[in-house]
């Protein structure tokens, strides 16, 4: 899962900006301000520790893992595992970070609905302690 390339036959992208991501994360716009169906798609690829900051969408957000193993957790829950093939979705407003696990590169497309309410309110960075508070059960 971790070769040369990320497995995603979508466009990589370009470099996310180091304010609101930690680490090396390449993001291509799919789908943008679309007027008809009011909704954001992006692919984005995380190489190993790297995540987004905690954040928000206003209307949530439903992840769909295309490759590797990641990291996500909503505020006041534990950090959870992502792998490859599973969908995550993150309610209205709830505080959360995505990213790559500390051993994989990880790539989901991210949809974000009903975009007329707004797409991201950005928050702090997560912290290494944060990003490394996994419970092994
Ligand atoms: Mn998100």
Not at 107 to 132: C, F, S
Request: hydrophobic share 35%; net charge negative.
């Amino acid at each position: 899962m971790n070769d040369q390339n990320p497995k995603t036959i979508f466009p990589i992208g370009e470099q996310a900006s180091g304010e609101y991501f930690t680490g090396d994360v390449k993001a291509s716009y799919l789908l943008t301000d679309d007027s008809l169906f009011q909704c954001s798609i992006f692919n984005v690829t995380f190489e190993k520790g790297a995540r987004t900051n905690w954040h928000t969408h206003p209307s949530g957000q439903i992840l769909l893992v295309l490759d590797g193993e990641g990291l996500c957790q909503i505020k006041g829950e534990p950090v959870r595992i992502m792998k490859a093939g599973e969908i995550i979705l993150f309610p209205p407003n709830a505080e959360h970070w995505h990213g790559a696990s500390p051993q994989s590169r990880m790539t989901h497309i991210a949809i974000n609905p009903n975009t007329e309410k707004g797409l991201v309110e950005w928050m702090q960075r997560v912290t290494d302690e944060e990003y490394h508070n996994i419970k092994v059960e």
